[in-house]
Structure formats: C-alpha cells, structure tokens
C-alpha cells in the first residue's frame, strides 16, 4: 500500500471511531450509512463518471453493469434528486389544481347553458301555451257567435212558421 492510501486508510479509521465514540454518549446521532458519510467527508463529494477507488478511467456503467443497483449517489445527490422529484411532485399538483379548476370552470360554463337552455324551452312552452289558450279563447268566441246566429236563425224560422193572424 503506498503511503498516500495508509493515510487515507488511518484517516478513515479515526473518523469511524469518532463516529462511534459520539453515538456512544448521543443516542440521537444515527449510525446509518455511516461508512458512506464518513468516506465522503474524508474524501469528499462522490462524483459522476467515475467509481471510488478504482480510478479515473472506470465508469460506473463499465464497473456495475448498466442494470446494477450497486452504485449509488453520495448524500447530497440524493438530497439533489429528492429535492428535484419534490419539485417535480410539486409541479404535477400544481398542474392538476389548473386542470382541476379548469375542468371546474368548464362544468360550471355547461351548466349555466343547460339552464339557459332549459329557460328557453321553458319560454317556448309558455308561449305554445299562450298560443294555444289563444286559440281556444277565439274558438269558443266563434262558437259562441255562431251558437247565437243558430238561435237567431231558428227565431226566424220559427217566426217564419207561425200563421199570419
């Protein structure tokens, strides 16, 4: 081992013991995924393109396998990705709140024209129903004209019948 990697090695190994010594004394401190933190505060930030440990040259693609779940991001790129999906997740609410209202809008635009619609017809019968009284009104006043013709007829007729005296 070269000595640049015995330091880094040593490094390591106290901050892990540093770690322990802490969670020791403080419940509150949790251990999980304590190797990855303290390579990346030893090193620092994992980034793309690349594999710990196995040079420059090595991708993770070439290294894990393009189906492999091995590889994983270091913490802030995991904080980015959640940050960014939140926002992504933040975005479709918003969107479906606008398709939402929209839809919202559009039923309440449908329903003002079926009442429109319905007062029309309601105004269309009443009319037909004005007409038709109407109607009947002037059917029964010509029947009563005629009624009253018949009877001044049969007067005459009547009339007509009698012997002269």
């Known amino acids: 081992m070269t000595s640049e990697a ?3 090695m040593e490094k390591l190994k106290e901050k892990k013991a540093e770690y322990e010594a802490i969670a020791s004394t403080d419940s509150s401190v ?9 390579i990346t505060e030893v090193l620092g930030p994992e980034r793309y393109g ?9 991708t993770p693609t070439q290294y894990f396998g393009s ?3 091995q590889y ?6 995991a904080q ?6 939140r926002d992504q997740i933040a975005q479709m609410q918003a969107s479906t709140v606008e398709q939402i209202a929209e839809v919202q809008r559009k039923y309440e635009e449908l329903q003002q024209q079926l009442r429109v619609e319905a007062a029309e017809r309601e105004a269309a019968v009443t009319t037909k129903e004005v007409e038709v009284a109407t109607m009947a009104v002037e059917q029964s006043r010509k029947y009563d004209e005629l009624y009253l013709q018949l009877q001044q007829m049969m007067q005459m007729f009547q009339q007509s019948q009698k012997p002269p005296s």
């Open 6 to 8: 015995g330091e880094i």
């Open 30 to 38: 949790n251990l999980e995924n304590i190797d990855t933190r303290i």
């Open 50 to 58: 690349r594999v710990r440990f196995q040079g420059s040259g090595v």
């Open 67 to 69: 189906g492999s779940k």
């Open 72 to 77: 994983m991001p270091s913490g802030s790129q």
């Open 80 to 85: 980015a990705e959640v940050h960014r999906l």
